[in-house]
């Protein structure tokens, strides 16, 4: 009672020191608190349910951005059983390291509006982080929780006084929610449940906080939508609201006690478990490095050199990064470049720094400095760094070098696409490998050829400039294609053709190729062949890969893991890359190839449908259903008809020694191919 009078006081005093002047939540106060590189310019487009403030032009990002938020508005609402009163204002920033010098929100935590103040921020910031799909599930993400967050405590002093006084609901119950409406039932919830259930730490799982208790919540909504069906969330939702007790409203929505559905959840996942310890194994503590770092540090890249002799490694504890080159033969460390700083309340990128060698001396890095992508290479020998910017790029994701360290392919991001750059590793010249919508990932040189091959979620081989794809209608499947430095054909050649996340290739011949894949529903690695149209499994571990670097010819396999939320590395020596495992998939997968091939079915039957029976059919779809899956053998089946066998063709080797680009020599044959025009 005493904690209770005095917040009531607290905010009595609060009332009569805040200024009616401030009528308005749009009219936000920008401070001078953080380091600032660059001024904001902000402008913005007004949607039915959204405002969106962009700067630099990026108007096109933004219109995007809009009408995918509004297309998912409705279905948003309708799995939370809940609508805002108020519109959402979107700022979105071309990347995290611009979001890190914006000042909005902070000298101001309290907004009026018609008299009432309002403790809830009525705004949410997206940076954009360099991928379309990313971009898609940040949008849901950061919409989806502000929604849920003001459903439960409300938006003004009456409602805020409501829920501190009344409700105490768990830190998983809200959290879990957001990320299960923005992202459904992904592979890191997957990996995360299997290990919690696999370690008997079940009765502790309602207890965790931060990211731990935020998957553990959305594993617990999926299995709500998977037994239940979704209705159930927004029931559950809106009787918490009423009940302010997560374990009531469960009650009276499912007829179940609460204790008696977090068993079932349990059983429900021990099942999943013990189907894949049949067939997957776990992580060797041998092969795992024995590191010193915070828990709060991530692994973003490691490269093994090419003569097998050191493991070059990137890590990012809460924004201040380090790169490091280990000896793999007496496990000697040397740092070779620290920058930035720690940050408390602030989104990191964790994707940085991005390493990759040059050659067997020379390691190459890409980080942000002083608000800017910098790149720099490291001799191993003299010690020296020569640094150079990237300041035409927003966001870059991946580099890798060609056999000699002449020239370096990367995947970055320019006024809100992704596409592929050749740039010189010497020079400051840089020539644009594709240009539109799609998702172009993780490219490296094909041994021998003039080829690149890399990931991508493209539906289509053609690399049209002026083709146009709303966000909503990006696949979140991706295959391998290979580019070819030389063509003059507008094409790419497809690789692999399969119903899943395809990334990270690395190919042993222009026929060959290595690749993380969650093909099965755990990421591993894979080999395809494409002269035989044959992929096979080359590990079959439990927890899947988040990045890894293959040293074929030295046959070291290195990889960061993730065990209880922490990252992992592992190293494998003399490992075998002819491997052939065979792995049923998980129910996760099951369930989401044979949906795709039930909506390529429907999609096909309603070709042939009249009105009358198209209309039914929708308003039989409409229906909220508890299960849908297909057979096993039906997913086997689809997955075989969707291989793709597409045959190499010999081209000449391209020169990397004298690379000559386009704007030094035939600048007017291709005078899109570079943006520095």
């Known amino acids: 009672m005493r904690?209770?009078?005095?917040?009531?006081?607290?905010?009595?005093?609060?009332?009569?020191?805040?200024?009616?002047?401030?009528?308005?939540r749009a009219n936000e106060v920008f401070g001078k608190n953080r380091i600032q590189y660059r001024s904001f310019d902000w402008v913005y487009l007004s949607g039915?349910?959204?405002?969106?403030?962009?700067?630099?032009?990026?108007?096109?990002v933004a219109t995007e951005a809009l009408q995918y938020l509004e297309s998912e508005f409705d279905r948003i609402t309708d799995l939370i059983g809940y609508?805002?009163?108020?519109?959402?204002?979107?700022?979105?920033?071309?990347?995290?390291?611009?979001?890190?010098?914006?000042?909005?929100?902070?000298?101001?935590?309290e907004y009026t509006v018609n008299g009432e103040i309002e403790?809830?921020?009525?705004?949410?910031?997206?940076?954009?982080?360099?991928?379309?799909?990313?971009?898609?599930?940040?949008?849901?993400?950061?919409?989806s929780d502000l929604m849920i967050n003001e459903m439960m405590y409300g938006g003004n002093l009456k409602e805020i006084f409501q829920s501190?006084?009344?409700?105490?609901?768990?830190?998983?119950?809200?959290?879990?929610?957001?990320?299960?409406?923005?992202?459904?039932?992904?592979?890191?919830?997957?990996?995360?449940?299997?290990?919690?259930?696999?370690?008997?730490r079940v009765n502790k799982i309602f207890r965790l906080t931060g990211r731990e208790a935020a998957v553990v919540g959305q594993s617990f909504w999926n299995f709500i939508a998977e037994k239940y069906g979704k209705s159930s969330i927004s029931n559950i939702l809106n009787y918490t609201r009423i009940t302010r007790k997560e374990e009531q409203s469960v009650l009276i929505t499912l007829g179940v006690s609460y204790k008696q559905v977090i068993k079932e959840w349990q059983q429900y996942y021990s099942e999943m478990e013990a189907q894949v310890s049949k067939s997957y194994i776990n992580h060797p503590d041998s092969t795992k490095l024995r590191l010193r770092h915070n828990s709060t540090t991530q692994f973003t890249t490691l490269k093994v050199s090419p003569d097998g002799k050191y493991l070059a490694y990137a890590e990012n504890d809460r924004g201040r990064y380090i790169v490091k080159v280990r000896s793999l033969e007496n496990g000697k460390e040397t740092t070779i470049l620290t920058h930035g700083s720690k940050v408390i309340a602030q989104e990191v990128d964790y994707r940085l720094p991005i390493i990759g060698w040059s050659d067997a001396?020379?390691?190459?890095?890409?980080?942000?400095?002083?608000?800017?992508?910098?790149?720099?290479?490291?001799?191993?020998?003299?010690?020296?760094?020569?640094?150079?910017?990237?300041?035409?790029?927003?966001?870059?994701?991946?580099?890798?070098?060609?056999?000699?360290?002449?020239?370096a392919v990367l995947s970055a991001d320019y006024e809100g696409k992704n596409d592929l750059y050749l740039i010189s590793s010497r020079r400051d010249r840089i020539r644009r490998l594709t240009n539109d919508p799609y998702d172009d990932l993780d490219p490296t040189f094909i041994p021998n050829t003039n080829k690149i091959v890399f990931s991508s979620n493209r539906t289509t081989d053609s690399l049209n400039t002026k083709l146009k794809v709303p966000l909503s209608s990006l696949s979140e499947n991706y295959s391998l294609y290979a580019f070819d430095l030389d063509t003059t054909k507008t094409r790419?050649?497809?690789?692999?053709?399969?119903?899943?996340?395809?990334?990270?290739?690395?190919?042993?011949?222009?026929?060959?190729?290595?690749?993380?894949?969650?093909?099965?529903?755990?990421?591993?690695?894979?080999?395809?062949?494409?002269?035989?149209?044959?992929?096979?499994?080359?590990?079959?571990?439990?927890?899947?890969?988040?990045?890894?670097?293959l040293n074929i010819p030295r046959s070291t396999l290195a990889m960061v893991t993730n065990s209880k939320m922490q990252d992992e590395i592992h190293v494998h020596r003399g490992f075998n890359t002819n491997r052939q495992i065979f792995t049923p998939s998980t129910r996760r997968k099951e369930l989401q190839q044979s949906r795709i091939i039930r909506e390529k079915r429907q999609q096909q039957e309603s070709k042939n449908m009249s009105l009358k029976d198209l209309i039914n059919s929708r308003l039989e779809k409409s229906q909220d259903s508890v299960k849908q899956a297909d057979s096993l053998n039906t997913n086997q089946a689809g997955e075989q008809q969707l291989q793709d066998s597409t045959k190499a063709k010999s081209v000449p080797t391209v020169n990397t020694d004298?690379?000559?680009f386009e704007d030094e020599a035939v600048k007017q044959t291709q005078p899109s191919e570079s943006f520095l025009n």
């Open 83 to 109: 609508a805002p009163y108020y519109k959402a204002r979107i700022f979105l920033y071309n990347s995290l390291a611009d979001q890190r010098q914006s000042n909005v929100g902070l000298n101001r935590t």
């Open 48 to 60: 039915e349910n959204f405002d969106v403030y962009y700067y630099d032009g990026r108007r096109a």
């Open 119 to 143: 403790f809830v921020k009525p705004y949410i910031e997206v940076s954009y982080p360099g991928t379309s799909q990313e971009f898609k599930r940040e949008l849901l993400y950061k919409v």
């Open 361 to 407: 001396s020379t390691l190459g890095v890409i980080a942000v400095r002083n608000g800017e992508y910098t790149f720099w290479l490291y001799d191993m020998n003299s010690h020296t760094k020569l640094p150079r910017e990237l300041d035409k790029f927003n966001n870059v994701r991946s580099i890798s070098f060609s056999s000699n360290g002449r020239l």
């Open 658 to 660: 004298n690379y000559v």
């Open 3 to 24: 904690f209770s009078a005095r917040f009531l006081v607290s905010a009595l005093v609060l009332l009569y020191l805040i200024p009616e002047a401030a009528a308005q």
């Open 164 to 200: 501190a006084l009344l409700m105490n609901l768990s830190e998983w119950f809200v959290s879990g929610a957001s990320e299960y409406v923005a992202k459904g039932w992904t592979s890191e919830m997957d990996d995360y449940v299997r290990e919690i259930v696999r370690s008997k």
């Open 492 to 549: 790419v050649q497809r690789i692999t053709n399969t119903v899943s996340k395809d990334f990270s290739p690395l190919a042993l011949n222009n026929n060959v190729f290595y690749y993380l894949s969650d093909q099965r529903g755990i990421v591993n690695l894979f080999k395809f062949d494409r002269s035989t149209g044959i992929y096979t499994q080359i590990t079959n571990f439990s927890s899947g890969i988040r990045n890894y670097d």
